[in-house]
T-cell receptor, first 112, second 114 residues
Framework: GDSVTQMEGPVTLSEEAFLTINCTYT??????LFWYVQYPGEGLQLLLK?????DKGSNKGFEATYRKETTSFHLEKGSVQVSDSAVYFC???????????FGKGTKLTVNP | DTAVSQTPKYLVTQMGNDKSIKCEQN?????MYWYKQDSKKFLKIMFS???????INETVPNRFSPKSPDKAHLNLHINSLELGDSAVYFC?????????????FGPGTRLTVL
């Protein structure tokens, strides 16, 4: 079945550091790809998405590019802030289906 | 002006009890979901409803029964609670049953079974 693999956390960075959280997927066809973020004590929020190969999703300084050849959707940010501390989830959905398949989440802590 | 709300926020109960978690969305969405997040933060879909009809039912024990009285509400009833049911349960909604529509999540209900 479809699956998403994220880099193991936790990840701890200093403010203004560069962030990469790796995400790879296994799926038949051409899924849509997502990054969701969960701030402490809250539900998940959609951060960005891409629906086809080579699309780049971006939001709040975060970016991820849908790479079909490497089945990857790595999340990047050039300069993290303390307020970016959260758990980040990579997810996929097949062919317009509403069923999201999530990775295990990566906890990010940014220190001042 | 909460979009997706859940009650209660915390639920502590004994093994064998029956409990319910309520979810309401005021976004006018047609589709609602229940997710379970275990202690390792792994998040998995349990059910989804579209216009009060069940459309996704993952491999979930029969002790879990979702009920949708109208399209703004999706409640989760759990019978004969077990220790392994301890988790955070998230309700979510989307405009339609499609990956092209963003899912909006509630704040979660932390269930602890003793």
């Amino acid at each position: 079945g479809d699956s998403v693999t994220q880099m193991e956390g936790p990840v701890t960075l200093s403010e203004e550091a560069f962030l990469t959280i790796n995400c790879t997927y296994t799926a038949t066809g051409y899924p849509s790809l997502f990054w969701y973020v969960q701030y402490p004590g809250e539900g998940l929020q959609l951060l960005l998405k891409a629906t086809k190969a080579d699309d780049k999703g971006s939001n709040k300084g975060f970016e991820a590019t849908y790479r079909k050849e490497t089945t990857s959707f790595h999340l990047e940010k050039g300069s993290v802030q303390v307020s970016d501390s959260a758990v980040y989830f990579c997810a996929l959905a097949q062919g317009g289906s509403e069923k999201l398949v999530f990775g295990k989440g990566t906890k990010l802590t940014v220190n001042p | 002006d909460t979009a997706v709300s859940q009650t209660p926020k915390y639920l502590v109960t004994q093994m064998g009890n029956d409990k319910s978690i309520k979810c309401e969305q005021n976004l006018g969405h047609d589709t609602m979901y229940w997710y379970k997040q275990d202690s390792k933060k792994f998040l998995k879909i349990m059910f989804s409803y579209n216009n009060k009809e069940l459309i996704i039912n993952e491999t979930v024990p029969n002790r879990f029964s979702p009920k949708s009285p109208d399209k703004a509400h999706l409640n989760l009833h759990i019978n004969s609670l077990e220790l392994g049911d301890s988790a955070v349960y998230f309700c979510a909604s989307s405009l339609e049953a499609s990956s092209y529509n963003e899912q909006f999540f509630g704040p979660g209900t932390r269930l602890t079974v003793l």
